[in-house]
């Protein structure tokens, strides 16, 4: 890994209305674990990470079938189902320039079964559902706002990001966007003419063609702050907020294909007035 370079993995278990998401990765500033729950965050810092087909780092190990966790006050193991990848990479063409942050979709829904020990606390995941995702890069966008969100009553599966894009010699506002509900894969990107109606800390809107997907910000949750890489250093500081109301509309020619409501959404907005579109 060269330098002014960073890479993490993102694993989020949730059941019945608890969530558990690990962060995993290594920058210039060294490699850490970090821990966000619905009450707090953690950080841990480690002096080097191993990457082969599981990744290694202090008494942890995660990878595709599960994760063995070894960390002060927290301790478990989770196994997960066959991941769901993506059809093709969510950066599209992207994935060929030089970016500051390239981002990666491992798995929209997988299964979880075991549990996790945090405190005096004892957790089950048996029956939970999980997901993963990768970023690598220099630096988080300055600006961006991010929801992921796979806990409904219906099985579905949605991640959107907006985000500024600095690219050569100037910069745009870039989407990407995947949903997976009833079987089928709906993508809104940048990169397919997605138009951002609007996205800001109360509402996500877009349209691509003969598809809108609308999110609602409903409630807020607590979010708890997480360091962020900056110039290859975990230097930077976002809030995650994995408790949020939010409901979720995906319409075809003006026919809703599903209106769902959940209360476990994933949800960052780094901007200064946290606002996108027109």
């Known amino acids: 890994m060269g330098k002014g370079f960073f890479e993490g993995w993102y694993f989020k278990q949730q059941v019945a209305g608890e969530t558990v998401a690990f962060i995993v990765g290594r920058a210039d500033s060294g490699a850490f674990v970090q821990v966000i729950t619905d009450e707090r965050s953690y950080h841990f810092g480690f002096p080097a990470l191993y990457k082969d087909k599981k990744i290694v780092i202090g008494g942890c190990v995660f990878g595709a079938d ?91 599966s949605v991640i959107v990001s907006v985000a500024h894009i600095p690219f050569v010699a100037f910069s745009f506002t870039g989407c990407i966007c995947a949903v997976t509900y009833a079987g089928l894969e709906y993508r809104f990107s940048t990169y397919q003419g997605v138009k951002i109606l609007r996205a800001d800390s109360e509402q996500i809107y877009l349209s691509q063609g003969k598809y809108q997907l609308k999110i609602d910000i409903i409630k807020k949750g607590n979010a708890h702050a997480l360091a962020s890489p900056l110039c290859g250093k975990m230097l930077g500081v976002v809030r995650e907020d994995n408790s949020a109301k939010a409901r979720f509309k995906l319409i075809k020619n003006g026919r809703v294909l599903f209106d769902l409501t959940s209360e476990n959404v994933s949800f960052e907005c780094v901007h200064r007035q946290c606002k996108f579109g027109k």
């Open 66 to 156: 599960g994760a063995v966790i070894e960390l002060p006050d927290i301790h478990g193991e989770l196994k997960f189902g066959e991941l769901t990848p993506l059809r093709s990479d969510i950066m599209g063409p992207f994935r060929f320039l030089p970016m500051q942050c390239r981002h990666g979709v491992i798995s929209m829904r997988h299964t979880v079964e075991g549990k996790l020990q945090i405190g005096e606390r004892c957790m089950s995941f048996d029956g939970g559902i999980g997901y993963i995702e990768k970023d690598s890069g220099c630096s988080f966008p300055k600006e961006y706002i991010w929801l992921q969100c796979n806990n409904f009553a219906a099985e579905c």
